[in-house]
């Protein structure tokens, strides 16, 4: 008899043999490799994804423009830092609040779905400035632009507001204004440098070829005075040897002639033309100073000649009824040019009479004085003008800043005067 409690051996379902189960081994081994290499995929995709969200974060948190996500009904579902800082709320806070309560009690909450409906039905960017609240609760201008989002079946699900405040935009705007007035300016002053440069040449040549018929006129005037007194002592000699033995037709010639006033003449005429030819002089050294082309070549300047220089170029060049009293300060000198110094005192004394002959009626007057201080020269220039008006007190010294009439001035004279003076240390 058979001993029934022995175990049996396994007996293989009907009609399934070992082929069969390897081949389910075999399977289960490639689904198993199958998983692996999913998981892998999966893994490698996992850190894709949370390399571009750090990527998102990154590029929201450094935005400096605000930036919201809100759903169609108008919630908040994303923002960035820019926001959070601007209204003085955390993250968790804003996301799930309504757009609404983003904005100032004085924004009226019309504008926002004004905002929202345009973007909607215009299917593009509408941009509206709408008043938010900061931290403090103060209304903040910021100039928004809502993006309307669509699903792949091209319906709206939400909106996507960027915004700068608008001070920003106008302090970058003025600040690009402000950039060009100074390019402006400095290409104006530019120019107006090369046009004084070309003039300094013009006026140097011109002084250096008068100089030489001047000195002629000198030298030749000098000579015929000496010639003069010479004919007038031989004249007299003779006159005086003959007596009255004199023949009267002598006499008559030169009474037609009027040889007698000529000779009492001559000498003041001499003494004219000289006089003349030293003024003249005069001028051409001064316009060889006012030439300055010597550039930015320093030298002891006397003070008390630049001030007297300018006073004659000036009343007495262009033949002014101006009362101008110097009070002269011997031994007051300083390092620097001659004639860029002269041109700060020509300027300042012409604006001195222009003030002072505006008013009509009344002599102008400009009292001068320099002084020396420890490792300073002082000079003061005081007219009876009206005066600088306090609200234009700040922009004299500007580029192109005058006040006075349209073709009496060009506004440069000032500021190129403060250049000169900065340039020298004053």
């Not at 006129?217 to 000098?222: A, E, I, R, S």
């Not at 012409?350 to 201080?373: C, F, H, K, M, W």
Request: aromatic share 6%; net charge negative.
């Amino acid at each position: 008899m058979t001993d029934r409690t022995q175990p049996q051996p396994p007996s293989h379902p009907e009609g399934v043999g070992d082929d069969t189960w390897l081949d389910v081994i075999h399977k289960m081994d490639e689904v198993y490799s199958q998983l692996l290499r999913d998981e892998v995929a999966l893994e490698q995709k996992n850190a894709q994804l949370e390399a571009s969200q750090q990527f998102i974060y990154g590029l929201l948190s450094s935005m400096s423009d605000v930036l919201v996500a809100a759903d169609a009904q108008g919630l908040i579902e994303q923002t960035n830092q820019a926001l959070c800082e601007l209204a003085g709320r955390s993250e968790d806070a804003l996301l799930g609040a309504p757009m609404q309560s983003l904005l100032h009690p004085s924004q009226d909450g019309a504008a926002l779905q004004n905002m929202m409906h345009r973007a909607l039905t215009l299917r593009q960017g509408h941009s509206v400035e709408l008043m938010l609240s900061d931290a403090a609760g103060q209304p903040v201008p910021v100039d928004f632009t809502a993006t309307p989002r669509y699903d792949s079946r091209r319906r709206c699900i939400g909106y996507v507001f960027v915004g700068r405040p608008t001070a920003e935009i106008q302090r970058a705007y003025r600040q690009l204004h402000e950039a060009h007035e100074a390019l402006k300016r400095t290409q104006q002053q530019l120019l107006h440098a090369e046009k004084m440069s070309s003039l300094g040449r013009l006026v140097a040549g011109v002084a250096h070829e008068l100089n030489n018929p001047i000195s002629f006129v000198l030298g030749n005037v000098h000579a015929l005075n000496r010639y003069t007194q010479r004919l007038r002592q031989y004249l007299e000699a003779v006159h005086a040897a003959l007596g009255d033995q004199e023949l009267p037709e002598l006499r008559k010639l030169a009474r037609q002639l009027r040889i007698e006033h000529i000779l009492n003449g001559l000498p003041s005429l001499m003494d004219g033309t000289i006089e003349g030819a030293q003024r003249t002089a005069s001028i051409v050294d001064g316009l060889k100073g006012f030439s300055a082309l010597d550039g930015e070549e320093r030298e002891t300047v006397a003070m008390d000649a630049v001030v007297e220089r300018a006073i004659h170029w000036v009343k007495k060049g262009m033949k002014l009824d101006f009362d101008v009293q110097f009070q002269r300060c011997p031994g007051c000198t300083v390092l620097g040019n001659a004639g860029q110094l002269l041109q700060v005192l020509m300027n300042l004394i012409q604006n001195a009479y222009d003030a002072a002959s505006s008013q009509g009626g009344v002599l102008p007057v400009l009292r001068i004085t320099a002084r020396q201080e420890p490792g300073w020269v002082a000079i003061t220039l005081h007219d009876n003008g009206p005066g600088i008006a306090p609200d234009v007190l700040s922009h004299v010294f500007e580029p192109f800043f005058t006040t006075k009439p349209v073709g009496k001035g060009t506004g440069l004279g000032l500021s190129i005067s403060y250049g000169i003076v900065e340039r020298h240390g004053g």
